[in-house]
């Protein structure tokens, strides 16, 4: 077993705390790849922002599990030498397993999220307690989840979203003991969150949800998923080097910054990403044809991720300078 303390890494026990009374939410962001890594490593040191590395089920499967540990050391340790060592999570995003979640623990993730929402709730009590139960002796944090989001990303699937119910909160808490928890206020996976016709905008988020849930449990850590905005110039240089990305809408970027400055601690961002690394290599592509060597158009990739990342970090989130 590598304990994710050797690796460098922390958990979320004290940041969490932090952004509630500084108002703002820590960044979450899914990676499978190095140069997802670099880029968001670069934003996050150039803005001195805590950071939160997200690996789903795929992605593990996808990067293979030792590749990731020594990547995740690797970012500490390049933070390090950039001059500024900001407080780094190995988180899994969306566990859908006890095993997964022991799997994870025991090759260095200071975090894990175990999602038994699609269950019934005393199962999922039942599986997530069970999960907070180990995790808690190796001092890793665990992240549950009440409601379930529409949307489709990695193998996360739903055709309907059912908000959390606020009354279920501070019983599903005391009972499960876990240290933050997502919850369902409107938010959805995947970058065709919503069918919006030109000149729309998407549904608002429910925050009545939101304070209903903070008045149950205060002080208690929150966390969105969901939360790409969808950046219509993204999407728009996507269609226009061949892409096929009709009326998708996202999270308006104004709604998340005022779920930031409440008891949401932690919101995640993945489509985003994979819009803005899409649309930079259809360019390089569609002007260079010729092109075959993936530095040349997986540089500009990373070089557009770490712009979108540091947009979000400073103006979304508010996290820079929080390190």
């Given at each position: 077993?590598?304990?994710?303390?050797?690796?460098?890494?922390?958990?979320?026990?004290?940041?969490?705390?932090?952004?509630?009374?500084?108002?703002?939410?820590?960044?979450?962001?899914?990676?499978?790849?190095?140069?997802?890594?670099?880029?968001?490593?670069?934003?996050?040191?150039?803005?001195?922002?805590?950071?939160?590395?997200?690996?789903?089920?795929?992605?593990?499967?996808?990067?293979?599990?030792?590749?990731?540990?020594?990547?995740?050391?690797?970012?500490?340790?390049?933070?390090?030498?950039?001059?500024?060592?900001?407080?780094?999570?190995?988180?899994?995003?969306?566990?859908?397993?006890?095993?997964?979640?022991?799997?994870?623990?025991?090759?260095?993730?200071?975090?894990?999220?175990?999602?038994?929402?699609?269950?019934?709730?005393?199962?999922?009590?039942?599986?997530?307690?069970?999960?907070?139960?180990?995790?808690?002796?190796?001092?890793?944090?665990?992240?549950?989840?009440?409601?379930?989001?529409?949307?489709?990303?990695?193998?996360?699937?739903?055709?309907?979203?059912?908000?959390?119910?606020?009354?279920?909160?501070?019983?599903?808490?005391?009972?499960?003991?876990?240290?933050?928890?997502?919850?369902?206020?409107?938010?959805?996976?995947?970058?065709?969150?919503?069918?919006?016709?030109?000149?729309?905008?998407?549904?608002?988020?429910?925050?009545?949800?939101?304070?209903?849930?903070?008045?149950?449990?205060?002080?208690?850590?929150?966390?969105?998923?969901?939360?790409?905005?969808?950046?219509?110039?993204?999407?728009?240089?996507?269609?226009?080097?061949?892409?096929?990305?009709?009326?998708?809408?996202?999270?308006?970027?104004?709604?998340?910054?005022?779920?930031?400055?409440?008891?949401?601690?932690?919101?995640n961002i993945d489509s985003d990403g994979r819009l803005a690394v899409t649309a930079a290599i259809r360019k390089v592509f569609h002007e260079n044809p010729e092109e075959f060597d993936p530095r040349k158009y997986l540089g500009p990739a990373r070089?557009?991720?770490?712009?979108?990342?540091?947009?979000?970090?400073?103006?979304?989130?508010?996290?820079?300078?929080?390190?």
């Amino acid at each position: 077993m590598v304990h994710y303390k050797e690796l460098g890494l922390v958990n979320t026990g004290e940041l969490f705390p932090k952004a509630m009374r500084g108002g703002y939410a820590i960044p979450a962001f899914n990676f499978n790849n190095l140069e997802q890594l670099q880029a968001i490593l670069a934003a996050s040191v150039e803005t001195e922002s805590p950071v939160i590395l997200q690996v789903s089920k795929g992605a593990r499967q996808y990067a293979n599990q030792t590749l990731l540990q020594y990547l995740a050391q690797g970012a500490v340790d390049v933070a390090a030498q950039m001059g500024c060592a900001v407080p780094i999570v190995l988180h899994l995003d969306h566990g859908d397993s006890f095993e997964l979640a022991k799997s994870c623990i025991e090759t260095g993730f200071s975090s894990v999220m175990i999602d038994g929402s699609h269950l019934p709730y005393e199962e999922n009590i039942a599986l997530t307690k069970k999960v907070v139960d180990f995790s808690h002796a190796y001092d890793v944090s665990v992240e549950g989840e009440l409601g379930v989001l529409a949307g489709v990303e990695d193998e996360i699937a739903s055709l309907h979203s059912h908000y959390t119910k606020p009354e279920e909160v501070e019983d599903f808490v005391t009972h499960t003991g876990v240290d933050s928890l997502a919850i369902s206020i409107g938010t959805s996976h995947g970058a065709f969150k919503f069918k919006v016709r030109p000149g729309e905008t998407p549904p608002p988020l429910r925050f009545d949800i939101l304070e209903e849930v903070e008045k149950r449990i205060p002080g208690f850590p929150i966390v969105l998923h969901g939360a790409s905005s969808v950046p219509q110039d993204i999407v728009d240089e996507i269609n226009k080097y061949g892409g096929w990305l009709e009326n998708t809408a996202g999270i308006p970027e104004e709604q998340l910054r005022r779920a930031a400055q409440s008891a949401v601690c932690k919101i995640n961002i993945d489509s985003d990403g994979r819009l803005a690394v899409t649309a930079a290599i259809r360019k390089v592509f569609h002007e260079n044809p010729e092109e075959f060597d993936p530095r040349k158009y997986l540089g500009p990739a990373r070089e557009a991720l770490k712009k979108l990342y540091t947009h979000k970090i400073v103006n979304v989130l508010g996290s820079n300078g929080k390190a």
